[in-house]
C-alpha cells in the first residue's frame, strides 16, 4: 500500500452535479452542503449528503467538511423519520475501493429504516425518476415541517 492517496478528481459524479452539469433531486442545500436523492436507493427515501467544496472522502476532508455534513446528515435523518414514518435511520459512509466507495466526492448515505424490511443491494436497480422526484418532495416537506 502506498502511504499516497489519489487525488480529488473533480470529474467524478457528484462534483457534475454540484456544478449543475448533471441533474439531482435535490432535497436541501446551505452554504457549506448538498442533498440529494440516491438514484438507486437501498431503501425508500434514501438521501446523499454532500459537501459543496472538494473532499474524496474520510481522510482527505476538513474538520468543517465533516462537522457541516454531519448537521445536515442530522436534519436529512430527522425530515426521513418524519416524511417515511421510518422507525430508524441506517448511516453509511464508504471510504476508497477497498471500502466499498464507487464515487470519490465524499457522501454519507441517510437511509429510512422500518423493522423487518432489509437494505436493497448497494448499486443496485435504477430508480423511477417520478418516484425520486416525489421522495424528494416529501423530505422537503417534512424539512419544513421541522
Ligand atoms: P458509494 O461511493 O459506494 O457510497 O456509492 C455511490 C452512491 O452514489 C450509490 O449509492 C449510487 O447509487 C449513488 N449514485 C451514483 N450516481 C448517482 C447520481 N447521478 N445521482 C445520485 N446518486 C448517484
Do not use: W
Not at 26 to 51: K, N, W, Y
Amino acid at each position: 500500500m502506498s502511504d499516497a492517496l489519489d487525488a480529488y478528481d473533480s470529474d467524478n459524479i457528484f462534483a457534475k452535479i454540484l456544478r449543475g452539469q448533471m441533474t439531482a433531486h435535490t432535497v436541501f442545500e446551505d452554504a457549506m452542503t448538498f442533498a440529494f436523492m440516491d438514484i438507486m436507493p437501498r431503501a425508500d427515501g434514501h438521501c446523499l449528503v454532500i459537501p459543496k467544496t472538494p473532499a474524496r472522502n474520510i481522510f482527505d476532508a476538513s474538520a468543517e467538511q465533516l462537522a457541516t455534513c454531519m448537521l445536515t446528515v442530522q436534519l436529512i435523518s430527522r425530515a426521513a423519520r418524519l416524511a417515511f414514518a421510518a422507525e430508524g435511520i441506517t448511516i453509511q459512509q464508504f471510504n476508497e475501493r477497498a471500502g466499498g466507495q464507487v464515487v470519490f466526492h465524499l457522501h454519507y448515505h441517510v437511509l429510512p429504516r422500518h423493522a423487518g424490511v432489509s437494505l436493497r443491494p448497494h448499486t443496485g436497480q435504477m430508480e423511477k425518476t417520478e418516484i425520486l422526484s416525489a421522495n424528494a418532495d416529501k423530505l422537503r416537506a417534512a424539512l419544513a415541517k421541522l
